[in-house]
């Protein structure tokens, strides 16, 4: 018999996407969140037959009570640096696996280097970032490795977005509320192999994505944490987001000023006033006019190119709601490969995550 599937967070935009797909695959997850009423409602959309639970950040023995051991918890609570760490300390509490949708640096970091330790001990698995943040860029680095051998030093990952349609109307409150504070945060990078402490935006460059040149920033992502852990002839990792295109420079402007005295406390002060956090996003026909691009490269350890990829997905948040709903099923079914703090190849394996990505729409091109 399938573990429970419990989905935290299920009537805020990207809840709504994963508690679909669930449904879609036959699952009956459990709906929380901190509404009662919203979720009843909720769970009445989706043919009434879900059970509901009630569950807030701000008393954390509430989150506790919706999982016991070997249950599947996922969770689109965000900001995660804000309100995340409740959902992950039930599951480690509970013996239960986790699985996030969060794009946040910090958060990442925190899940990898103080939760992971702490899981591999209650035998939690757990899957931080697992959507379009950072679910496809771990599967073209995986490929890309794989292609190159053992001679593989270095990988570097790009993600953009392809079709119609402008950034700020294809961007989810919840994203808004969570990407405003990213970029004065601390971050970081893999380097000579091992994590170090890098600002966002540090580095900056562009790639050739289907047939066009296209220019991206540094960020610190989970491949630098699960990339590594498969692929231990790894000695760098650099992963860029294109969301900005050319102003990626003026992002890493931004990012440098973040460095300066009472900058960070400022911005947060302001990203409390006027980013609301979840408060929607971009409806089925929107996400339609749109897709995701990715680009992996592997080198060896004098730069020399020894593999590269290129992926095409369908619009991010339609694949987050899909592919997080495929890995809660996985896991659920007792799919997943270890325990602790795991990247999506080394929660999977590569030809498992390669087919399942592939049945939610991301495949490779060019």
Request: aromatic content about 8%.
């Amino acid at each position: 018999m399938a573990a429970r599937i419990v989905l935290f967070g299920a009537t805020g935009y990207t809840g709504r996407l994963v508690a679909q797909a669930l449904v879609d695959r036959g699952a009956k997850p459990v709906l929380a969140g901190r509404n009662p009423d919203s979720l009843k409602d909720m769970a009445t959309e989706l043919g009434g037959q879900l059970e509901t639970q009630a569950a807030d950040v701000q008393r954390p023995d509430t989150v506790r009570a919706l999982v016991e051991e070997g249950d599947v918890l996922v969770s689109t609570v965000g900001p995660f640096t804000q309100y995340g760490a409740p959902a992950v300390e039930a599951a480690i509490d509970a013996g239960a696996h986790y699985i996030d949708s969060t794009g946040e640096p910090p958060f990442i970091r925190r899940v990898f280097e103080e939760w992971g330790p702490r899981a591999q001990t209650s035998r939690s698995a757990l899957l931080t970032a697992f959507g379009y943040d950072y679910v496809p860029g771990n599967l073209a680095g995986g490929l890309a490795l794989e292609q190159a051998g053992d001679q593989a030093a270095k990988v570097t990952i790009g993600y953009f977005l392809g079709g119609g349609g402008s950034m700020r109307d294809t961007m989810s409150g919840g994203t808004a509320a969570s990407a405003a504070g990213v970029m004065f945060e601390g971050g970081f990078a893999y380097r000579g192999g091992a994590i170090v402490s890098e600002r966002p935006a540090k580095r900056v460059r562009s790639f050739e994505v289907g047939g066009k040149d296209r220019v991206a920033m540094s960020l610190g992502t989970s491949e630098h944490f699960g990339l590594p852990a498969v692929y231990p002839s790894l000695r760098e990792v650099d992963a860029y987001l294109g969301w900005f295109g050319p102003a990626s420079r003026v992002m890493q402007a931004f990012s440098l000023a973040g460095e300066l005295p009472g900058v960070r406390s400022a911005v947060g002060a302001l990203t409390g006033r006027f980013v609301k956090g979840s408060s929607g996003g971009p409806d089925a026909e929107a996400r339609a006019q749109t897709h995701s691009l990715f680009a992996a490269e592997a080198t060896d350890a004098d730069g020399k190119l020894l593999a590269r990829v290129e992926m095409r997905g369908p619009n991010g948040y339609t694949f987050t709601g899909d592919v997080m709903a495929w890995a809660a099923t996985q896991a659920a079914a007792n799919g997943l490969e270890g325990a602790g703090a795991l990247g999506p190849v080394g929660a999977f394996g590569l030809r498992t995550l390669e087919a399942g990505c592939a049945e939610v729409g991301l495949a490779r091109s060019g």
